[in-house]
């Protein structure tokens, strides 16, 4: 989420994108730059501090995850890491992941493809991949706002290592805060989410 929240001179406009719900500002950009929770550069040090179910935002994570033999409830793909496009052993790694759902999420916007997707899949007890084709960075906030009291969303902060974030009643009032400086309707995505 961290750093990787802006659209690239070759990403499409998001205003002109179906479905978009939500657009983060340029204005407010900064403040999604610092972590949102401890990080963390081993599974085992995170799973030790943090209780399941998780949910994962980022190829980089959920490979980790994968490969330490912990399989997310939840996991967000995009087949991308820092821009580019991940190693192919992580794709392919990914690409094993049971239940995969296909949405829509252009940089820098929340969708109604991609919301309605949270909510079914942490709604369906997962595990589920949620495999965007955009980008996945802010759907850490929406994570947040539909996990169960107790789940940890862990999303990748570039050049740093994994951010955990418990979720509870006051972390999903933080998050909810931070939904109020996207553009669009606020209300419209949170109904989604509990749709």
């Not at 330490?68 to 939840?74: D, I, N, Q, R, T």
């Amino acid at each position: 989420m961290a750093g990787d929240t802006g659209r690239d001179a070759d990403d499409t406009d998001s205003s002109e994108a179906p479905g978009v719900v939500l657009e983060l500002p340029e204005s407010a950009r900064g403040e999604f730059k610092d972590p949102f929770g401890e990080v963390y550069t081993e599974v085992a040090a995170l799973r030790a501090d943090h209780a399941a179910p998780y949910v994962t935002v980022g190829d980089i994570v959920t490979y980790h995850f994968e490969e330490a033999g912990h399989h997310p409830a939840v996991a967000f793909v995009d087949g991308r890491t820092k821009r580019e496009t991940a190693p192919d052993s992580i794709r392919r790694r990914l690409e094993d992941r049971p239940n995969q759902v296909a949405t829509v999420n252009p940089a820098g916007v929340l969708t109604a493809d991609l919301l309605g997707a949270i909510g079914d899949a942490l709604r369906d007890g997962g595990p589920t991949t949620i495999v965007v084709d955009g980008e996945e960075d802010l759907a850490t906030i929406p994570a947040v706002l539909a996990a169960p009291d107790g789940a940890t969303v862990v999303y990748g902060q570039p050049g740093e290592g994994m951010v955990a974030i418990d979720v509870t009643s006051a972390t999903r009032e933080r998050f909810r805060e931070l939904l109020e400086v996207f553009d669009g309707d606020v209300d419209r995505a949170l109904a989604l989410l509990e749709a």
